[in-house]
Every structure is written in C-alpha cells, then in structure tokens.
Nanobody, 125 residues
Framework: QVQLVESGGGLVESGGSLRLSCAAS????????MGWFRQAPGKEREFVAAFSVRGGTYYDHSVKGRFTISRDNAEATVSLQMNSLKPEDTAVYYC???????????????????WGKGTLVTVSS
C-alpha cells in the first residue's frame, strides 16, 4: 500500500503562484512513477504532470511552461510549482502513483493504483 497526502492548495489571484506537495508513505515509493491530476467541477479528471522513476518529466500542454513538477526520493515527496495561474486552473488537484508511466500520461484513471484525497486550488479572476 502507498498512502498519498496532498497539501498546499488555496485561493490565489490570477497570475499568482502556488506550490503543491504530496507526501508518500508505505511501500517503496521510489519505484513508482508519480503524477498530478486535476478535476474541475463538472469535468473529468485530467492529467497535469508526471515525474518518472528515471527522472523524466511530462506535462499537459495546458500547463507546460507554467508548472514544474519535482521529486525528492529521500523525502518521498513530489511537488508541483504552479506559476502564472489562470482561472481555468481552478480544480481539485490529486497526487497519484502508479508503476506504469503510460497509465499516468494517458490518464487511464481506472488503472492508476494510488490516489491522494486531493487539495483545492481556486484562482480568482
């Protein structure tokens, strides 16, 4: 079992920044690919970014250049630095862990093994 706990959400004005963190515990989390997803009201959960076990980073086109994912295996954390936030970034952000990078990158939601409970990010216009 892997437990994921997100933190860092909140209310920010358009153009502002937030940093989300996800603390992982349980099984050897360094062997899992880690990712961030988000779900806006009335919409499906969507892929935001992923950090592979080999150090590769992947982003959805809507956040590329504004968001940065990082990982600290020693601390078992994965973070998402979000800059130049827009109202359309408003969503609940979820941390995820899976042994298959494709599941994360293609947002195969039903196959992703572990999820956090989410943290709300609200961007005001």
């Amino acid at each position: 079992q892997v437990q994921l706990v997100e933190s860092g959400g909140g209310l920010v004005e358009s153009g502002g920044s937030l940093r989300l963190s996800c603390a992982a515990s349980g099984r050897t989390t360094s062997t899992y690919h880690m990712g961030w997803f988000r779900q806006a009201p009335g919409k499906e959960r969507e892929f935001v970014a992923a950090f592979s076990v080999r150090g590769g980073t992947y982003y959805d086109h809507s956040v590329k250049g504004r968001f940065t994912i990082s990982r600290d295996n020693a601390e078992a954390t994965v973070s998402l630095q979000m800059n130049s936030l827009k109202p359309e970034d408003t969503a609940v952000y979820y941390c995820a862990a899976d042994p298959d990078l494709v599941d994360l990158r293609l947002a195969v939601i039903g196959r992703i093994e572990y999820w956090g409970k989410g943290t709300l990010v609200t961007v005001s216009s």
